[in-house]
């Protein structure tokens, strides 16, 4: 029996991690980005703010898309102290052509003044990997002279792993900037939320040999932070012990020791001369590498990855 909300920037403030549960909303919006097949959240356009939405069901008006003119009326919800807009009727009263994405910079993004904005987003791909939680989400991570800044995809089960094909490429892709989210990644940081791996555009297809990485032991003196944006290094030396079924510790030519986590099994054995490629990181005392691949030094690619060879038309 309370107050119905109108208007698209005080509902917007009832939203996220702070929000204000159980208010009615009613009001007129143009469709920015539509639902998907997985996803039934949706971006709203009205007196210039930027609102995300929802359907109460996947089927209350499956066919709606960007441009649409709506009428939507429901209720803020509250899950696990997140709120979102659901919407329990979505009308149709017209259409205009769509808004195209806002083309910008990574270091544009960075700055959070483009919340729920459709963006266009150019930058090299340093690592690609499926969730770890939610195996329905994948996450690609692109990086450029101003940052690095995070893709999350929804997939279905057939298009899984798809992305690591991606990594050494580079890539446009449009989607929206979420400045909060719900759920286990809250803290995962800026990214822009993909409809589908038909959002990412191949400008430069990656390395034909994904070892074509430049040696971890030109980095030097780095921090923490300035390797987060770094893409893949490779190191060459003989692993001297493995453990937890994905790891192993590299002794490396010059005599600097590696930990390297694989992204997939098996481990290389015991003694064995390898070459490695991942994505550097530090436990501040040594300089590792993460979510890597390797072979062996006689340049023979192990079996279980061998080198993707993809044409743009593939991708």
Request: hydrophobic letters at 40%.
């Amino acid at each position: 029996g309370g107050r119905t909300v109108t208007a698209a920037d005080e509902l917007l403030s009832c939203l996220g991690n702070n929000g204000t549960p159980n208010v009615a909303f009613c009001l007129d919006a143009e469709v920015i980005r539509g639902c998907s097949p997985h996803v039934r959240a949706f971006i709203a356009k009205a007196n210039d703010t930027y609102l995300p939405l929802q359907e109460k069901s996947y089927h209350v008006n499956p066919t709606f898309s960007a441009g649409d003119l709506v009428h939507v009326c429901g209720q803020t919800a509250e899950s696990n102290g997140f709120v979102t807009a659901e919407c329990q009727d979505i009308r149709i009263v017209g259409h205009r052509k769509p808004e195209p994405p806002l083309k910008c910079t990574i270091g544009e993004v960075l700055c959070g003044d483009l919340p729920f904005r459709l963006l266009r987003v150019s930058g090299k791909v340093i690592d690609a990997f499926v969730d770890e939680i939610d195996t329905s989400y994948e996450h690609v991570i692109i990086s450029s002279g101003d940052g690095s800044l995070g893709l999350s995809i929804p997939v279905g089960t057939a298009a899984a792993g798809r992305p690591r094909q991606l990594v050494g490429a580079e890539i446009s892709a449009v989607g929206v900037f979420m400045p909060f989210r719900n759920g286990f990644r809250r803290f995962f940081g800026t990214e822009l939320n993909l409809q589908s791996h038909d959002d990412i555009t191949v400008l430069k297809l990656p390395p034909a040999d994904p070892f074509d990485v430049p040696a971890i032991r030109h980095l030097r003196h780095p921090n923490a932070v300035s390797i987060a944006s770094l893409g893949r290094h490779r190191a060459t030396g003989n692993v001297i012990a493995v453990w937890q079924g994905n790891n192993f510790l590299l002794k490396g030519d010059d005599g600097i020791l590696v930990n390297v986590s694989l992204s997939t099994d098996p481990v290389p054995s015991c003694g064995e001369s390898v070459e490695v490629a991942g994505l550097p990181g530090t436990d501040l005392y040594h300089l590792n590498l993460r979510r890597a691949i390797w072979r062996k030094r006689s340049g023979e690619v192990a079996q279980h990855e061998a080198p993707i060879r993809i044409r743009a038309k593939d991708l």
